[in-house]
């Protein structure tokens, strides 16, 4: 059983580009939901996160919409650029739980 | 800081073989991880500590053992590694998961080839 279905597996947008993850989630009990960022070659390194008591959280180009009552949360990307090719993963975690549950993760390509 | 290490970067082992791969942080993370990536199937927990002397199973955990002797190091052992072990293993530390929930930190990876 998948608790965290992460959509699309791949994407590409052209530089300057708006780039949209999707997950959703199953359990309800989960309260923490972190975006990890993986470079080739490296490992993955946390980006942004987000708890389901507010609806959007931004760090520069780096927006997390949350919609609790879909079970839904998105990474957006704005002004894509090329250096932000890389494979995000988006990630739930419940409280009490030393456990992340990760997506299967979106390999994105930015264009020049 | 040198964060979280791994040794060794790249093995090769042949089917029936065993080895161990080691994990060292210096942060005085109390949680340490062990996950395996594969083509498409994203991050997988295999194991994990909650301090030194403790571990517990992850989603993963077959044909795998793992030690927590000391807080800075949590090693993953292969007793008799099979082709399906064949994958890129991360480890992670965080400083805690109770609230508020902790980042992990993860290392460079070992990519495990077995023949």
Redesign the interface.
């Given at each position: 059983q998948q608790q965290v279905k992460?959509s699309p597996?791949s994407l590409i947008v052209q530089k300057g580009g708006i780039s949209i993850i999707n997950c959703a989630y199953e359990n309800t009990a989960f309260d923490?939901f972190?975006w990890?960022q993986q470079f080739p070659?490296?490992?993955?390194?946390?980006l942004i996160?987000i708890r389901p008591d507010v609806s959007e959280k931004k760090e520069g180009r780096f927006t997390i919409s949350f919609n609790k009552s879909a079970k839904q949360f998105s990474l957006h990307i704005m002004d894509s650029q090329p250096g932000d090719s890389a494979t995000y993963?988006c990630a739930a975690?419940r409280?009490?739980?030393?456990?992340?549950v990760?997506?299967?993760?979106t390999k994105l390509t930015v264009n020049p | 800081n040198a964060g979280v290490t791994q040794t060794p970067k790249f093995r090769v082992l042949k089917t029936g073989q065993s080895m161990t791969l080691l994990c060292a942080q210096d942060m005085n993370h109390e949680y340490m991880y062990w996950y395996r990536q594969d083509p498409g199937m994203g991050l997988r927990l295999i194991h994990y500590s909650v301090g030194e002397g403790t571990t517990a199973k992850g989603e993963v955990p077959d044909g795998y053992n793992v030690s927590r002797l000391k807080k800075q190091n949590f090693l993953l052992g292969l007793e008799s590694a099979a082709p399906s072990q064949t994958s890129v293993y991360f480890c992670a530390s965080s400083y805690r998961a109770s609230f508020p929930l902790d980042e992990q930190y993860f290392g460079p990876g070992t990519r495990l080839t077995v023949t």
């Open positions: 992460q597996q923490y972190p990890y070659g490296k490992g993955p390194a946390l996160a993963f975690q409280g009490g739980s030393e456990k992340l990760f997506g299967k993760g | -």
